[in-house]
C-alpha cells in the first residue's frame, strides 16, 4: 500500500524528499517524477572537515552535489588559487566531458554533506529521459558559458 | 589500540559468519534469482522510465511471462514430448537396437563390405571383428542412453520446486534494486565509496549484458537450427533446435553437439547419406549467421578465453556436477575472471594495491 501510494503521490504532489533536489541548478527545471527516479540514484555522504573526497589522477566515476558545507578544489580546474566550491555546487561534471580522470583533487572545508551519483546511472538516466536531459544539457551549457566568461574575465 | 574499536569488528566478523552459516541454504537460490532479475531489469527500467512503479512493472513482465510459458506448454509441449520420445526411440531402440540391425543400415553396410575387403586383402588384420566389436559397444552405450537421460531429468524436475522460489526473490530484487543498492553503498567507508560505486557499475554492465545476450543467443540459435532442420528434412527439429541452442552457451565445443546430434538422429533413423549432409550444412549454416549476425550483434564481444581452457573448464565442470555444471561452468568462469579483472584494475587505479 505504500509503494501505491507513494507512486500516486508521484502524480499529485504532496511533500516529497525528492524535490529537495531542485534546488541544485541542473536539476532545477526537471519535473517531480524526473526528479523520483533521479533520487533512486542518487547517495547521500558525509565528510568531515579536512577529508580528502577525491585525489587528481583517480578514476572518474561518481559526480558530487554539494547539500551543505564547502569543498576546496586544487588542481586544473582551480585556476590561479584554490577553488571554493559551497553549498548547491557540483564536482565532477567538466571532468566527465573531459577524461576518465579526476583533474583536481577535493578536501572538506567544513562537514560537507553531499548527493552523489554514478556516471554510468546519470548517463542511463538521460538516456532513458530525453526531456529531462535536454534541461540538464542546458543548464550544463549554462554553467560552461559562465565559466569561459569568468575566465575571461580574469575571475578564474 | 582501541579495544571498543577491536571487540566491536570480532563481534561483527562472528555476526557475519554465524548469518553466513545459518543462511548458507538460500544462497543457491539468491544467486539464481539475482540472475533472473538481471534478464528482466531492462524492461523493468524501461516501464519505469514510462511511469510505471517498478513493482507493477514486475507484476506486468510475470503476467507476461506466464502467458507465453502458457502458450509455449499448450502448443509445444506435447510436440516436443513426441518428439523426445521419438528420438530416444531412435537413438535407444532398447530391446532391438542391436549390431544386426545397425549392419542393415546402408551407409554401415557399405562399410563393413569395404572392412572385409581390406581383411581378404590384407590378411591379419582382422578389422571386421574390430568393426563389429566397436558397434557392440556403441549399441550397447546407446541402450543405456535413454535411462541417463531419465536419470537426469528426473534431477531437472527435483529443480522445479526450486525454481518456483525464484520469481519470488527476484521480485523484490527488482522492486528494490535501488534501495538494496543505497543499503549496501551505505556500509562502504568514504575512501571505498567511488570504488565500490565503480565495481558494482562494471560487474552489473558485464553481468547484465553478457546473460541477457546469453539468453537471447540461446533463443535465437534454437530458432535457426529448428527452421534450417525442419527444411533440410531432418526429424525432431524442435527437440534437436532446442538442444543445440542451449549447448551453444559452451563456446566452441557446444555448437558441435547440435551439429552431432543433427547428424547422428539422421543416422540412427537409416536416412541417406546425403541427408546427414544436409543436416551438418544446415547446423554449419545456423551457426554462420550466428557467428556473424547474431553473436557480433548481441553480445558485441566474444567470451576471450583460450581454446583449451575451455575444453578443461567444460571437463572440469561435468566431473563437478554433471550436465548442468558443464552448461555453466564456462560463462562462470568467464564472469568470474571478469570481476577479478575489474576489481584489480581499480584496485591499482586507486592506489589501494
Given at each position: 500500500m505504500k509503494t501505491l501510494w507513494s507512486w500516486i503521490n508521484t502524480f499529485f504532489g504532496g511533500t516529497k524528499e525528492y524535490r529537495r533536489l531542485r534546488e541544485y541548478p541542473l536539476f532545477s527545471e526537471l519535473t517531480d517524477y524526473d526528479l523520483y527516479l533521479l533520487s533512486e540514484r542518487m547517495h547521500e555522504r558525509s565528510f568531515a572537515c579536512g577529508e580528502q573526497i577525491f585525489e587528481a589522477g583517480y578514476p572518474l566515476e561518481v559526480i558530487y552535489f554539494i547539500r551543505t558545507g564547502e569543498i576546496k578544489l586544487e588542481g586544473a580546474l582551480s585556476g590561479k588559487k584554490d577553488k571554493v566550491l559551497a553549498a548547491k555546487e557540483h564536482l565532477g561534471i567538466l571532468d566527465m566531458y573531459h577524461s576518465e580522470e579526476r583533474s583536481s583533487t577535493a578536501h572538506a572545508m567544513s562537514d560537507v554533506v553531499v548527493d552523489a551519483i554514478s556516471k554510468s546511472d546519470l548517463i542511463d538516466y538521460m538516456r532513458a529521459r530525453h526531456s529531462a536531459s535536454f534541461k540538464i544539457f542546458t543548464a550544463i551549457c549554462s554553467d560552461l558559458a559562465r565559466f569561459v566568461f569568468d575566465i575571461a574575465a580574469g575571475k578564474q | 589500540?582501541?579495544?571498543?574499536?577491536?571487540?566491536?569488528?570480532?563481534?561483527?566478523?562472528?555476526?557475519?559468519?554465524?548469518?553466513?552459516?545459518?543462511?548458507?541454504?538460500?544462497?543457491?537460490?539468491?544467486?539464481?534469482?539475482?540472475?533472473?532479475?538481471?534478464?528482466?531489469?531492462?524492461?523493468?527500467?524501461?516501464?519505469?522510465?514510462?511511469?510505471?512503479?517498478?513493482?507493477?512493472?514486475?507484476?506486468?513482465?510475470?503476467?507476461?511471462?506466464?502467458?507465453?510459458?502458457?502458450?509455449?506448454?499448450?502448443?509445444?509441449?506435447?510436440?516436443?514430448?513426441?518428439?523426445?520420445?521419438?528420438?530416444?526411440?531412435?537413438?535407444?531402440?532398447?530391446?532391438?537396437?542391436?549390431?544386426?540391425?545397425?549392419?542393415?543400415?546402408?551407409?554401415?553396410?557399405?562399410?563393413?563390405?569395404?572392412?572385409?575387403?581390406?581383411?581378404?586383402?590384407?590378411?591379419?588384420?582382422?578389422?571386421?571383428?574390430?568393426?563389429?566389436?566397436?558397434?557392440?559397444?556403441?549399441?550397447?552405450?546407446?541402450?543405456?542412453?535413454?535411462?541417463?537421460?531419465?536419470?537426469?531429468?528426473?534431477?531437472?524436475?527435483?529443480?522445479?520446486?526450486?525454481?518456483?522460489?525464484?520469481?519470488?526473490?527476484?521480485?523484490?530484487?527488482?522492486?528494490?534494486?535501488?534501495?538494496?543498492?543505497?543499503?549496501?553503498?551505505?556500509?562502504?567507508?568514504?575512501?571505498?565509496?567511488?570504488?565500490?560505486?565503480?565495481?558494482?557499475?562494471?560487474?552489473?554492465?558485464?553481468?547484465?549484458?553478457?546473460?541477457?545476450?546469453?539468453?537471447?543467443?540461446?533463443?535465437?540459435?534454437?530458432?535457426?537450427?529448428?527452421?534450417?532442420?525442419?527444411?533440410?528434412?531432418?526429424?525432431?527439429?524442435?527437440?534437436?533446435?532446442?538442444?543445440?541452442?542451449?549447448?551453444?552457451?559452451?563456446?566452441?565445443?557446444?555448437?558441435?553437439?547440435?551439429?552431432?546430434?543433427?547428424?547422428?538422429?539422421?543416422?540412427?533413423?537409416?536416412?541417406?547419406?546425403?541427408?546427414?549432409?544436409?543436416?551438418?550444412?544446415?547446423?554449419y549454416l545456423t551457426q554462420v549467421v550466428d557467428n556473424n549476425i547474431v553473436y557480433p550483434v548481441v553480445v558485441g564481444t566474444t567470451i576471450n578465453m583460450h581454446p583449451l581452457l575451455v575444453l578443461l573448464t567444460v571437463l572440469a565442470g561435468g566431473w563437478y556436477g554433471g550436465i548442468l555444471w558443464m552448461l555453466i561452468s564456462v560463462p562462470l568462469v568467464f564472469l568470474v575472471y571478469t570481476l577479478i579483472t575489474v576489481m584489480y584494475t581499480n584496485l591499482k587505479e586507486y592506489r589501494i594495491i
Open positions: - | 589500540m582501541n579495544w571498543t574499536k577491536t571487540i566491536f569488528y570480532i563481534i561483527m566478523a562472528v555476526v557475519a559468519v554465524a548469518a553466513l552459516i545459518f543462511y548458507r541454504w538460500v544462497f543457491p537460490y539468491l544467486i539464481a534469482a539475482w540472475i533472473f532479475s538481471y534478464i528482466l531489469d531492462p524492461a523493468v527500467s524501461f516501464m519505469e522510465h514510462r511511469r510505471i512503479p517498478r513493482w507493477l512493472s514486475v507484476l506486468i513482465l510475470y503476467l507476461s511471462v506466464l502467458g507465453i510459458i502458457a502458450w509455449f506448454t499448450s502448443r509445444l509441449i506435447p510436440e516436443l514430448m513426441a518428439q523426445a520420445n521419438n528420438l530416444i526411440a531412435i537413438l535407444g531402440h532398447d530391446d532391438t537396437m542391436s549390431t544386426e540391425i545397425l549392419m542393415q543400415i546402408p551407409f554401415l553396410s557399405g562399410i563393413y563390405d569395404f572392412v572385409l575387403d581390406l581383411d581378404a586383402q590384407i590378411p591379419g588384420m582382422n578389422l571386421g571383428e574390430q568393426f563389429t566389436a566397436g558397434l557392440d559397444s556403441a549399441t550397447d552405450f546407446m541402450a543405456r542412453l535413454p535411462k541417463f537421460l531419465v536419470d537426469h531429468y528426473s534431477t531437472i524436475i527435483g529443480a522445479v520446486s526450486f525454481i518456483g522460489m525464484i520469481p519470488l526473490i527476484s521480485f523484490f530484487l527488482l522492486k528494490d534494486k535501488f534501495k538494496f543498492r543505497r543499503s549496501l553503498l551505505k556500509l562502504s567507508s568514504n575512501r571505498y565509496f567511488e570504488l565500490v560505486i565503480i565495481i558494482m557499475s562494471k560487474i552489473d554492465q558485464t553481468v547484465g549484458t553478457y546473460l541477457r545476450a546469453m539468453l537471447f543467443e540461446v533463443i535465437a540459435v534454437s530458432i535457426l537450427a529448428t527452421i534450417a532442420l525442419q527444411i533440410v528434412g531432418v526429424s525432431n527439429p524442435v527437440l534437436i533446435g532446442i538442444s543445440a541452442g542451449v549447448a551453444n552457451i559452451i563456446p566452441y565445443f557446444g555448437p558441435f553437439f547440435g551439429g552431432a546430434l543433427a547428424v547422428a538422429t539422421v543416422f540412427f533413423d537409416g536416412g541417406p547419406f546425403i541427408q546427414m549432409i544436409y543436416a551438418a550444412l544446415a547446423m
